[in-house]
C-alpha cells in the first residue's frame, strides 16, 4: 500500500505564530484516518499535529519518490484487462516517465547523480521483478484501488497496491515494499482486513468483473512483495482475537486525536527524521529532550549549536537552490507584467534586463584603463553599469567591457496568498 494518510498557548515559530488547532480533519463529522496516520500519531503526536492538523508540509523523501516510481510502474505493467502485458521496455518507460516528472530536487536527493544512481537502480529492480513474475503475469481483479470507509466514528482510507480474486467473495492483498527488507509486522494488514472486508464497493466491483454475485467478501491471505529481493511475507487471514485487539489500538488513538493530545515524545530516531526540529518545543540544541531532561540554555554549548547552524545553513542552501530553479522555471514561462493564480497563491512578474559581469578583476583594468573608475564611483553593479550604458563612453572601452559582460533577465515575483487559505 502506498504512503499516500488542553493545547498550549500559542508559541513563536519558523512559520510565524503557531496557533492553537482547529480539531483535527474530519468530514461529516468524521475523523479521517488512515493506517498511516495512526503509525505517526504513535510515533510522536507532536509530529502528526504538525504535518496533518497544521499542515505544515514536509520536505520531500527521496525514498518516498523512488517507492512511489516503482509503483508507479508495477500500477502500469498490472493495468491491463486483456493481455499480453506490457514488455519490459514499456514498463521502463512508465518508469522512467514518472522519474522525470519531477527535478532531483523536488524528489529529495541531494544531488543529481544520486537520484541518477536511483533510477538505474529501479530499472535493474523493475527487470528483475519482471523476469521472477513473468511466468505468472495474470490480469489482477485490482490494481491501486483506494476506498473510504466509515466504521466507528472514522473515516478510513485504505490503498491497495493490488488484489486478487480466489473466487467465492475470497481475495489476496498485495502490498509492495520498496525499503529495506527489514521484518514486517501484519498490523498494516489487520488495517486492510477490517476495512476491506466491511466495504460495500468490492462486492459490487466484483460483479461487475466476474458476473457472479457474492454474500461477503473475505481476505484468505495478505501478502507482503518486496520488490528489491522479491521475497514475499504471506499472513494468513488474522483471527477475531486480533483484529479486535488491534481495533482498539486504533480507537485508543483516534480518542487521543480528539482529545487534542498532542503532547511530543521525543525519541533519538524520530526526532532524527523529523522536519519539524525547528518548530518542535522538545528538540533543542540538536538533540531530543523529554519532560525528565532539561533543555539546554540556548549558547551554553557552542558545539551543538555550530551543528545546528550548520544543519540550518544546509537546509537553507537546498530551499535556495529549489528556490532558483523554480523561479527559472516561472522567468522562462511566464509574461512581463503578468498575473498568474495557482490553487493557493496569486504571483505579479515582473522582468527586468541587467548586466552581470564575469570578472572582476578584468572589468577594473579596463575602467582604469580607459580613466573611468571614478565615474563607477564605487565598484558596484550600478556604478559599473552606468559607465556601460553612458551615451559618452568610447566605443572601444564599451566593447571591452561587453567582452566581461552577460545581460541577465531579472525577475520579481510578488506572491500573494489567496484570501480564506490557511
Ligand atoms: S522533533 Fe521529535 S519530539 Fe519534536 S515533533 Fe519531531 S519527532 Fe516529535
Known amino acids: ?44 503526536p507532536l509530529k502528526y499535529k504538525f504535518k496533518y492538523i497544521d499542515k ?6 527521496f525514498y518516498f519518490a523512488f517507492g512511489s516510481a516503482i509503483h508507479a510502474a508495477l500500477e502500469f505493467l498490472y493495468s491491463v484487462r486483456n493481455p499480453p502485458f506490457p514488455t519490459i521496455e514499456e514498463v521502463c ?14 524528489k529529495g536527493y541531494r544531488t543529481q547523480q544520486r537520484s541518477d544512481d536511483d533510477y538505474q537502480k529501479g530499472l535493474l ?15 489482477p481483479f485490482l490494481v491501486e484501488y483506494a476506498t473510504d470507509v466509515e466504521v466507528d466514528g472514522l473515516l478510513v482510507r485504505t490503498i491497495s497496491d ?22 514486517r509486522e501484519p498490523a498494516q494488514l489487520y488495517m486492510y482486513q477490517k476495512i476491506t472486508e466491511m466495504d460495500p464497493r468490492l462486492r459490487e466491483k466484483i460483479a461487475e468483473t466476474y458476473g457472479t454475485r457474492v454474500a461477503a467478501v473475505k481476505i484468505r491471505e495478505l501478502l507482503y512483495y518486496h520488490v528489491p529481493t522479491n521475497k514475499e511475507y504471506h499472513f494468513e487471514r ?49 538533540h531530543p529532550h523529554n519532560a525528565a531532561q532539561p533543555a539546554a540554555v540556548p549558547g551554553e554549548n557552542i558545539e551543538v549549536l555550530v551543528d545546528r547552524y550548520g544543519r540550518l545553513k544546509e537546509r537553507m542552501d ?17 509574461k512581463d507584467g503578468a498575473e498568474y493564480a495557482g490553487s493557493q497563491y496569486t504571483a505579479r512578474v515582473k522582468k527586468q534586463s541587467k548586466w552581470e559581469f564575469k570578472d572582476r578583476d578584468a572589468v577594473i583594468k579596463i575602467l582604469n584603463q580607459f580613466d573611468l573608475y571614478k565615474d563607477a564611483l564605487t565598484l558596484t553593479l550600478t556604478g559599473i553599469t552606468n559607465v556601460l550604458e553612458s551615451a559618452g563612453l568610447q566605443e572601444e572601452a564599451r566593447k571591452k567591457l561587453l567582452e566581461q559582460a552577460v545581460k541577465k533577465t531579472g525577475l520579481d515575483i510578488k506572491v500573494v496568498k489567496k484570501e480564506g487559505l490557511i
Not at 4 to 32: C, D, Q, R, W
Not at 328 to 333: F, N, P, T
Open 162 to 183: 493490488r488484489i486478487e480474486h480466489l473466487g467465492g467473495g475470497e481475495i489476496t492483498i498485495i502490498d509492495y515494499k520498496t525499503g529495506k527488507d527489514v521484518k
Open 238 to 286: 488474522a483471527g477475531d482475537k486480533e483484529i479486535g485487539g488491534f481495533w482498539e489500538r486504533v480507537l485508543g488513538v483516534a480518542d487521543s486525536i480528539r482529545g487534542l493530545k498532542f503532547d511530543p515524545t521525543p525519541a533519538e530516531r524520530a526526532c532524527s527524521w523529523c522536519d519539524y526540529k525547528s518548530l518542535c518545543p522538545a528538540f533543542f540544541g540538536g
Open 93 to 106: 518507460e512508465d518508469f522512467r516517465r514518472e522519474w522525470n516528472l519531477k527535478s532531483y530536487l523536488e
Open 1 to 44: 500500500m502506498k504512503k499516500k494518510s488542553k493545547e498550549p498557548a500559542p508559541a513563536a515559530g519558523l512559520f510565524g505564530e503557531i496557533t492553537p488547532p482547529p480539531a483535527p480533519a474530519v468530514k461529516s463529522g468524521l475523523l479521517a484516518f488512515s493506517y498511516s496516520k495512526m503509525s505517526l500519531y504513535e510515533e510522536c
Open 318 to 334: 537546498e530551499l535556495q537552490a529549489q528556490l532558483d530553479q523554480v523561479a527559472d522555471s516561472i522567468a522562462r514561462a511566464a
Open 125 to 139: 529492480m523493475l527487470k528483475a521483478y519482471y523476469e521472477h513474475n513473468r511466468a505468472r503475469f495474470a490480469p
Open 56 to 61: 505544515i508540509k514536509e520536505e520531500p523523501k
